[in-house]
């Protein structure tokens, strides 16, 4: 059974720092592309970040460029978000995502399950003073 677990997740001051991790489990991430998408009570989802495979490239929303790295660990099988200078509106829950690339040697930030092979449970973070 495919399936990932996100972790990480808590309260940060603004300005705070908070690292994410995504466990694949069932599967060896190598031939998939991994993302982050978030989503806040009332808001629309957003794709955050996608790393392709072999990390050759990545893709990040405006809104969180220069403030977010993605990283990937394939020896590990685990997916990383480094979340840096948050802000309130950062506040959501996280989602990691992968996503079956057939070679594909690019990724996309899709908002849809249905983009993708697996979709955690999520883990939420709250940036508030």
């Known amino acids: 059974q495919l399936q990932l677990v996100e972790s990480g997740g808590g309260l940060v001051q603004p300005g705070g720092s908070l690292r994410l991790s995504c466990a694949a489990s069932?599967?060896?991430?190598?031939?998939?592309?991994v993302s982050w998408i978030r989503q806040a009570p009332g808001k629309e989802r957003e794709g955050v970040s996608c790393?392709?495979?072999?990390?050759?490239?990545?893709d990040y929303a405006d809104s969180v460029m220069g403030r977010f790295t993605i990283s990937r660990d394939d020896a590990n099988n685990a997916v990383y978000l480094e979340m840096g200078n948050l802000k309130p509106e950062d506040t959501a829950t996280y989602y990691c995502?992968?996503?079956?690339?057939?070679?594909?040697?690019?990724?996309?930030?899709?908002?849809?399950?249905?983009?993708?092979?697996?979709w955690g449970q999520g883990t939420q973070v709250t940036v508030s003073s």
């Open positions: 995502a992968a996503r079956w690339e057939q070679g594909r040697p690019s990724c996309a930030r899709g908002l849809d399950k249905g983009h993708y092979t697996a």
């Open positions: 069932g599967f060896s991430l190598r031939s998939y592309s």
């Open positions: 790393l392709s495979v072999g990390g050759v490239g990545a």
